[in-house]
């Protein structure tokens, strides 16, 4: 009996250790239609994915709840290799290709045409010769599907991006059984035009039958080619929407929604007039950090607020404190207070009073195998001299400076430890995050500059470490930058948050604009639909 | 009580124990074998004296993140030529001692900056390259040692070209910091200078380790991205302990000269490396984490297996040369075992 | 074209400085080149088959596999074996049959050592060559422990020649006049002029399947190029060359080659390029280039580069045989020691990288780097009157040459790293 979806994850649940990620999701996808799962980040998309894939993420941490149905069939898709078998295939964001290999070997990867020669008859399988020819003859017939005429044994090291993302494709649908793809934003890394490209593709694809699963943030795209809509919100379903009976605003606005989370939005932001002190001004500001990677960014930043930057991952938000403080290659203007900053000089903006609470709290904020106390002093020694005692040319570290310091932080931010000398690596990581605040605190800053503050961490000290925040913007007028992944922490504590999308400023919001507005901006549609609106 | 007992192994560590065991019980053998172990408790003082420097020398390489450093013959050699020096300026006694240390001190700093500089250049491969500069060096001094113009009779063969393979120093600073102020308790004689300037040799690099640039450079070490952060300068710290590493090396080297009685030559200090590393590694340190307690507890244990187990061997089994076979064994096998350790196992 | 030829200088720059120390070092030593060429031809023909052997890790990403030492160690542990049942009258145990026998007692120890090697080399990825290096100095511990004392205590033999005195332990050195001496060497002994119309005859049938394969097929061409020509044209001059030899009746037509080894060797660069064909071969190279997504396609990462030390150690096992058979006398505590570092400092010498070793480049450093050991003694002495400058000269220069080529693949892989953090 043939089934008229391909693919049914029916009623899909997945909790990791008690926390819900995913609460009954429903997906049907057709035969040969392209079908977009749209979400913010930690909506669910990946862990959706996860569990089609059969990853073992999946199932060493409980398994999940709910069906999968291939052609009406229920499977039990409990390995990788298992869904590759049932012909779902996925084309990777960062391109699993082998530079020093040519294009036919890449698409045949760990799946070449054997011939058997005289060794291989005694000493088995792997002693097969490779059918370089029938290899080559299956590569063309892949990259013809998708009109490419590119050589087939051309070196895959030195060609465009787009290039590979077709060859990452090639490889799936040179894949005989494949019936369902899965692409995960797949236009991220691509120009333009070859974005177009890559959806003619898509289309062709999906002629001669398979399947798409089409992830993405870019909603013109979406509107563009694909059929059925779902959108995920906090591992809910938000909706399911036919294209034709949707628009942008509206997936914008059911993508943002209104998160509950004990936090409400601020209810009155500080005005901002444009003849404030600028305390930090960027100036076309490119930061070269992998992943995250800032395009060009003008900004001013008052004195004394508490601005946001917002996006979604990959789009560079995090790039741009880290560039200021130096972490990454930048080219570009930085001011700190009409002061010229040196770029990729840590030393220059800690100098100038920006003080920094990095995203990677355990790779770059803590030596885990120190002490709290130690923690927290460290910065302040080396670049202000604190703790020190001088002795000439000598310097010997004061450890009773650094214990009586670190005995206040940790009643001021109410740090859970067994005293000033457990190594950081045993705290939770609130505390962490909280010994993180400590040491840019104790180097005294104007700026602070605090990226994803609350990730990883417990409701209560999410509260915790947001009121701190406040308090230091409030009470000592510190102006605070804070780079966030969760609109609805920026809304509740921000005066302006930025809003950057593909290494660019999309927009600059009130905390009480519309949704519809920050999906839009997030999304990166929010020039384009205000431009047709104009016209 | 349990809670304390465990308190005092914790920072030891059960394998430190077995070893700490094992040594036990070959003085307990050595005594059964009527071997004299006053004899053998007074080399194995010495010993631990005149390696310890050397094996101090690992601390700063491997606090700063390079590892242990494999190269450490290039502060050796510097040692040597500061040695060779002294000589050649006819100097005798303590004074010998300390024109050789002034004049190697500075030879190293240069070496050992030209060599932190290759070390940064090649990050995430240290061990290996170290390892090479060590063997290219030594080889590279052996061609010096045929070829440089010394002239005291001490140093050079009497006939031919070249310096002699083994220098005597029974005329300079032999036993220059063993003999004086020894305290003799019945038959053991605790060599007092050697161990108060091997004790101050640790201290001193304590204090260092809790100075601003000390603590930079554990930082360093420990995490470069929060280093970095926090406004450090990666490869200058690692330059500071590598200079400072090779320096050690150099005294190292002359402290172990005055107790040996001789330098020798050529290919002598080019497998010297592994058995500090070794020594360390015994100590209960990583390839990431070293102290100096790590540095006197490895010295005394590796050196008091060398020492004991070689007589206790020799009337175990007559023939042949088991505790050398042994030291090979258990040096190289511990260095195996921290290198499994240091994983990379993804 | 001016940059082509300077690009093709840079990257060849260690081979050619050695191309010309070489030279400088054959017109100092003031040796006849009969002398050098004689001994040439045998060292080649000793010790190729060592260099190869370490072909294969190299192209599973696991650099350059000191722990060859370890393969070595099984051939000679073979080899007293076999020396001692020839002792024993069994003269089953000589000649080409004791030589057989030896590589098949040889093969099991050697595959079971170099499992051993790839389940620690496992455990170290990033850190391999250190540590296939320490395994070598643990390993040779052990082997001295076993050749020394438990030889004679634990494991029953009797052998007055080979054991010490007393009893216990495999004497110093061990003559193998006993049992394979020239095993190899002496199935086929003909002069110089044989060897070179065998390769050009050799290389004159690749070329010619090689122009066949093109005329059948234009992508195949646009891949290969004028290669086949180039070897047409070498393959002549080397045929050329030895009919001049045989017809000038020149001194070097009379050097005696050994043949059979020759064809050994080819044999096996015959089995490295076929086994880079296979299914095998393809996932040793992927590996090799990027582990993470050779896990992601579904190759048994591990599986593969534990196969890769094995296929090596092996190699390494026999290739120490062929060494050791030529050589005549076994060094019972020294002769596996430097058959690592050795072996790894000829092939690179040769221009090979960490990354990447061709059999070319393993024969031609083999020539460069004993071209190097035969004169440099003589060249020392007559520059400096020491010889002995010139033999620490060549052991300075296979430290030297591993060090700097370790520092230039480190220092490139860090030059690589930051490119990819610049701002695109």
């Known amino acids: 009996m043939e089934s008229k979806y391909i693919l049914e994850m029916k009623n899909i649940k997945k909790d990791y250790f008690g926390n819900k990620v ?505 020039k384009k639909a205000t431009r047709k609106e104009a016209n | 009580m349990k809670g304390k007992v465990q308190a005092l192994i914790k920072p030891i560590g059960i394998p430190r124990l077995i070893i700490v065991a094992f040594l036990g019980l070959l003085y307990v053998a050595a005594f059964f074998c009527k071997l004299p172990v006053n004899d053998l408790l007074n080399g194995h003082l010495v010993r631990v004296g005149m390696n310890g420097i050397l094996v101090l020398a690992m601390v700063p390489a491997i606090l700063s993140g390079i590892g242990p450093n494999f190269g450490i013959p290039v502060g050796i050699v510097c040692g040597l030529i500061g040695g060779l020096i002294s000589i050649e300026l006819d100097c005798y006694g303590a004074n010998a001692f300390i024109v050789a240390a002034l004049i190697s001190i500075p030879l190293a700093t240069v070496a050992g900056y030209l060599y932190g500089v290759l070390l940064n250049k090649v990050k995430g491969s240290e061990m290996m390259v170290g390892t090479y500069v060590g063997f290219s060096v030594v080889s590279l001094m052996c061609i010096a040692w045929l070829i440089l113009p010394f002239t005291s009779m001490e140093i050079k063969w009497p006939i031919g070209r070249g310096l002699r393979t083994t220098i005597s120093l029974a005329k300079r600073f032999d036993k220059i910091l063993n003999a004086p102020f020894a305290i003799h308790i019945g038959k053991i004689t605790i060599p007092t200078m050697l161990f108060v300037f091997f004790f101050a040799m640790c201290f001193v690099v304590w204090l260092f380790l809790n100075s601003k640039a000390g603590i930079a450079m554990k930082a360093v070490g420990q995490n470069s991205k929060f280093a970095i952060a926090s406004g450090m300068n990666v490869d200058q710290n690692r330059m500071v302990s590598t200079i400072l590493s090779t320096v050690l090396g150099a005294i190292g080297i002359l402290v172990y000269a005055q107790s040996y009685g001789f330098f020798q030559l050529y290919t002598a200090p080019l497998m010297m490396a592994f058995a500090a590393v070794a020594a360390i590694l015994i100590g209960g340190a990583s390839s990431t984490n070293a102290t100096i307690f790590h540095v006197i507890l490895g010295t005394f244990l590796f050196q008091g297996l060398l020492v004991v187990a070689l007589p206790v061997a020799n009337v175990i089994v007559p023939k042949g040369n088991l505790s050398e076979v042994m030291r090979v064994v258990v040096q190289y096998g511990i260095i195996l075992y921290a290198l499994t350790k240091a994983g990379g196992g993804k | 074209m001016k940059d082509k030829i300077g690009k093709i200088i840079f990257d060849n720059i260690v081979t050619i400085i050695f191309v010309v120390l070489c030279l400088l070092g054959v017109v100092a030593s003031k040796l006849p080149i009969f002398f050098i060429t004689h001994q040439l031809l045998l060292r080649i023909a000793r010790n190729s088959f060592l260099v190869l052997s370490l072909i294969i890790p190299v192209l599973a990403g696991m650099g350059l596999n000191f722990g060859i030492v370890v393969g070595a160690m099984a051939g000679q542990i073979a080899l007293v074996f076999v020396t001692h049942m020839a002792l024993q009258g069994y003269t089953l145990f000589t000649g080409v049959p004791g030589f057989f026998i030896s590589v098949i007692i040889c093969t099991p120890i050697s595959i079971l050592f170099g499992w051993i090697t790839g389940l620690i080399l496992n455990k170290t990825k990033g850190q391999e060559m250190i540590t296939s290096m320490m395994l070598g100095f643990f390993a040779n511990g052990l082997y001295q422990l076993l050749f020394l004392f438990l030889v004679g205590t634990l494991i029953p033999m009797k052998d007055p020649v080979l054991m010490i005195s007393g009893g216990i332990g495999i004497k110093n050195v061990v003559d193998l006049n006993h049992s394979v001496r020239y095993a190899v060497d002496n199935i086929v002994k003909k002069p110089l002029p044989v060897l070179l119309f065998i390769i050009g005859i050799l290389g004159l049938l690749l070329s010619i399947w090689l122009i066949y394969k093109l005329s059948k097929d234009q992508v195949y061409k646009k891949k290969i190029g004028n290669k086949p020509y180039t070897y047409v044209g070498i393959s002549g001059l080397l045929i050329a060359l030895g009919i001049y030899l045989n017809v000038s009746g020149s001194i070097f037509a009379t050097i005696q080659v050994p043949i059979s080894t020759y064809i050994v060797i080819v044999v096996l660069c015959i089995f490295n390029v076929l086994i880079v064909k296979t299914k095998l071969g393809q996932d040793f190279r992927t590996v090799g280039q990027n582990r993470h997504i050779a896990q992601v396609a579904g190759i048994n990462v591990d599986k593969v580069r534990i196969i890769s030390i094995i296929v090596s150690t092996v190699l390494a096992g026999w290739g120490q045989l062929i060494f050791l058979q030529n050589l005549g006398i076994l060094n019972t505590y020294g002769s596996h020691e430097q058959a690592g570092m050795f072996a790894v400092a000829a092939l690179l010498i040769g221009g090979a990288s960490v990354s990447r070793a061709t059999i070319g480049q393993g024969i031609l450093g083999v020539a460069l780097f004993h071209t190097l050991f035969i004169v440099s003694p003589q060249a020392g002495k007559n520059l400096f009157g020491n010889a002995q400058i010139g033999e620490y000269f060549r052991t300075f220069v296979a430290y030297g040459v591993i060090g700097v080529s370790l520092g230039l693949h480190a220092w490139k892989s860090l030059i690589v790293e930051k490119r990819k953090r610049s701002i695109g």
């Not at chain 1, 593709?201 to 943030?217: E, P, R, V």
């Not at chain 1, 800032?294 to 404190?321: N, P, R, S």
């Open chain 1, 22 to 526: 995913l609460k009954g999701i429903n997906l049907k996808v057709e035969k040969g239609e392209i079908y977009a799962l749209l979400g913010e980040n930690g909506a669910g998309k990946s862990t959706l994915m996860n569990i089609l894939f059969g990853m073992p993420v999946i199932h060493s941490t409980g398994g999940f709840e709910g069906e999968v149905c291939i052609n009406g069939e229920k499977v039990n898709i409990n390995s990788p290799q298992k869904a590759m078998e049932l012909g779902i295939g996925m084309v990777h964001q960062e391109f699993m290709l082998i530079p020093g290999f040519n294009i036919t070997e890449n698409i045949k990867l760990n799946r070449e045409t054997l011939k058997s020669n005289i060794f291989s008859k005694v000493l088995g399988e792997s002693l097969k010769t490779l059918d370089t020819k029938d290899m080559e003859k299956d590569a063309r017939v892949a990259l013809d599907k998708l009109d490419m005429n590119i050589d087939e044994w051309a070196r895959v090291a030195g060609l465009p991006v787009g290039y590979m993302q077709f060859i990452e494709i090639a490889r799936e649908i040179d894949k005989l059984n494949v019936r369902v793809l899965v692409f995960d934003e797949p236009t991220a890394v691509l120009t333009e035009s070859e974005a177009d490209n890559l959806l003619d593709a898509m289309k062709k694809i999906t002629d001669s039958g398979i399947s798409i699963i089409f992830i993405t943030h870019r909603l013109d795209e979406v509107m563009k080619v694909s059929n059925n809509i779902t959108i995920l919100r906090d591992g809910e379903m938000a909706a399911t929407l036919k294209k034709e009976e949707t628009n942008v605003m509206q997936l914008a606005e059911l993508m943002v929604g209104r998160k509950i989370e004990g936090l409400t939005q601020k209810e009155e932001s500080k005005e901002i007039s444009s003849n404030q002190e600028i305390v930090l001004k960027t100036k076309n500001l490119r930061v070269g950090m992998p992943g995250e990677e800032v395009k060009g960014i003008d900004l001013e930043i008052y004195k004394g607020e508490i601005f946001g930057f917002g996006g979604l991952a990959g789009q560079g938000k995090i790039g741009i404190a880290n560039g200021i403080m130096g972490l990454y290659p930048a080219i570009g203007e930085v001011y700190i207070e009409n002061k010229l900053l040196k770029l990729e000089s840590p030393i220059d903006a800690l100098k100038n009073k920006l003080a920094f609470v990095s995203e990677d709290r355990r790779g770059v904020g803590l030596l885990l195998d120190e002490s709290i106390d130690l923690n927290i002093a460290m910065t302040a020694m080396q670049v202000n001299d604190k703790f020190i005692y001088k002795f000439g040319f000598f310097t010997h570290k004061d450890s009773k400076g650094i214990r009586k310091h670190a005995n206040e932080m940790i009643e001021k931010f109410d740090i859970r430890c067994t005293g000033p000398h457990q190594l950081t690596r045993r705290l939770s990581g609130g505390n962490q995050q909280k010994v993180c605040l400590a040491r840019a605190i104790t180097l005294e800053p104007n700026v602070l500059l605090v990226s994803e503050p609350t990730r990883g961490i417990d409701i209560g000290a999410k509260k915790l470490v947001l009121d701190v925040l406040k308090k230091l913007n409030a009470e000592f007028g510190m102006t605070i930058i804070i780079t966030s992944s969760e609109l609805g922490e920026l809304r509740s504590i921000c005066d302006r948050i930025a809003i950057i999308t593909e290494g660019k400023l999309e927009g600059i919001l009130r905390p009480g604009d519309s949704d519809v507005d920050f999906g839009l901006m997030m999304s990166g549609d929010y």
